[in-house]
């Protein structure tokens, strides 16, 4: 798709995605799928002599492997051919500081989820992106799936009847042991509430099924009922979270998202139950759909044999030839390297600016979709200190 096109080669920098870190590598490779993007600039890691070590293994200039996001958006933004768009990559608390001083560089973004540490950040973040008129994406990576764009054309297309309800559960184990007290354990950020927010695995895996959810079926959740807890006793922060969720046309949802059931990997599932048919996907599977019409049992649906790769030419491989995560993070990729590139070259302002046309939205999760996994949360929470009372979204 951009691969080849001189005139749109885009440029970018990484915040996070150090050596022996989890995301942001999955990041760089997506990019590469597409090549429509070269990484030039980063602050990779807090740890100067990591950033410089992988920055120099992955090519770039010395001088613009920078110590902190700040300095990176302050100085690229100044420099003659600085980055087209930024990647944030980093633990969450991260996220709001560099985004904002990347907007305010007049750069683009790509966060990870959950957006920011509080709603006040996400309405700020992303309300800068709206008066800069910059392009920004959050990371919420499903929505990249084939299988996932065509059961929202599913539904949008009357397939399912009149959707009556929803189902997601998100299972992982790995905080089924006190990994917080466990010395070694790589990934304990995200149990420091200063780090990863009032909300741990809410933020790292209810925001995913959040978006999920309104994604696929084009409803935003209004109100939910929830429990918020810590299985494993002595957590100071959540690892399970059990919500009822009404969406906007009074359609029911329910939600449970925990990261401490053994033996669950990355147990991502998704229930739709209409008039005249059940959809599901298992993201375990994810290449797969499986429709079951009133009376008629189980049609498995295939990525390139019953449903093509619409709007991602990347997924060129034929059905059976799986594509899996790193398709989906390029799925997210596609349409905003598209319409960044499209700027770039002068045409149409995007999303939200002048050329936008009714409908023309790229069809990636921006800042308020960032903000409403963090509206989510915050119900989420006001909810679970009440005894689960219902409480709008
Ligand atoms: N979209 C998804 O599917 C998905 C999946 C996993 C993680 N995430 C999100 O991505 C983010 C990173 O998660 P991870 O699993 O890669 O974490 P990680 O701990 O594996 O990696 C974090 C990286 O950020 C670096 N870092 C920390 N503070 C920094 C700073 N101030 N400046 C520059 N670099 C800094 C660390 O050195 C490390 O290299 C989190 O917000 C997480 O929620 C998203």
Redesign the pocket.
């Known amino acids: 798709m951009l691969k080849g096109d001189p005139g749109k080669i885009l440029s970018y920098g990484m915040?996070?995605?150090?050596?022996g870190?989890?995301?942001?590598e999955v990041h760089r490779r997506a990019i590469g799928l597409l090549g429509g993007a070269r990484l030039e600039a980063g602050?990779?890691?807090?740890?100067r002599d990591?950033s410089l070590a992988l920055g120099t293994e992955l090519g770039l200039e010395p001088s613009r492997i920078y110590p902190?996001?700040l300095t990176m958006a302050r100085t690229e933004a100044a420099l003659p051919g600085g980055i087209d768009f930024a990647v944030i990559?980093?633990?969450?608390d991260?996220?709001y500081p560099a985004a904002r001083a990347f907007l305010e560089a007049g750069i683009a973004v790509v966060c990870?989820?959950?957006l920011a540490l509080s709603v006040e950040e996400g309405e700020d973040l992303a309300a800068l992106a709206r008066d800069r008129q910059l392009l920004f994406c959050t990371?919420?990576?499903y929505s990249g799936y084939p299988a996932v764009k065509e059961a929202r054309r599913l539904v949008a297309s009357g397939r399912l009847g009149t959707l009556r309800f929803v189902q997601v559960e998100y299972l992982q184990e790995w905080l089924s042991r006190p990994l917080e007290t466990e010395a070694g354990a790589d990934?304990v950020?995200r149990l420091d509430p200063a780090r990863t927010g009032a909300a741990s695995s809410l933020g790292?895996i209810g925001t995913h099924a959040e978006h999920l959810v309104s994604y696929v079926t084009g409803k935003a959740i209004t109100r939910v009922a929830a429990r918020i807890e810590a299985l494993v006793p002595g957590r100071g922060l959540d690892d399970t979270a059990s919500i009822l969720a009404e969406l906007e046309g009074g359609v029911s949802a329910l939600i449970w998202t925990s990261q401490a059931v053994p033996g669950a990997s990355n147990g991502l599932a998704l229930r739709l139950v209409g008039s005249e048919a059940s959809l599901a996907w298992r993201q375990e599977d994810p290449e797969v759909l499986v429709l079951s019409p009133f009376g008629q049992g189980e049609q498995r649906l295939r990525r390139g044999r019953d449903f093509g790769p619409g709007d991602l030419p990347f997924h060129r491989l034929p059905a059976g030839h799986p594509g899996g995560f790193y398709e989906a993070f390029a799925g997210l990729y596609g349409p905003f390297l598209r319409a960044l590139a499209e700027r770039k070259a002068g045409h149409g302002a995007g999303p939200g600016g002048p050329g936008d046309r009714a409908g023309s939205k790229p069809d990636f999760p921006d800042a308020e979709a960032g903000l409403a996994g963090l509206r989510f949360m915050a119900a989420c929470g006001e909810s679970s200190r009440h005894e689960a009372a219902w409480t709008k979204v």
Request: hydrophobic content about 30%; proline content about 12%.
């Open positions: 915040v996070g995605g150090g050596p870190s989890f995301i942001g602050a990779f890691s807090r740890d990591k902190d996001p990559a980093a633990p969450n991260v996220h990870d989820k959950p990371t919420y990576t990934k950020w790292d």
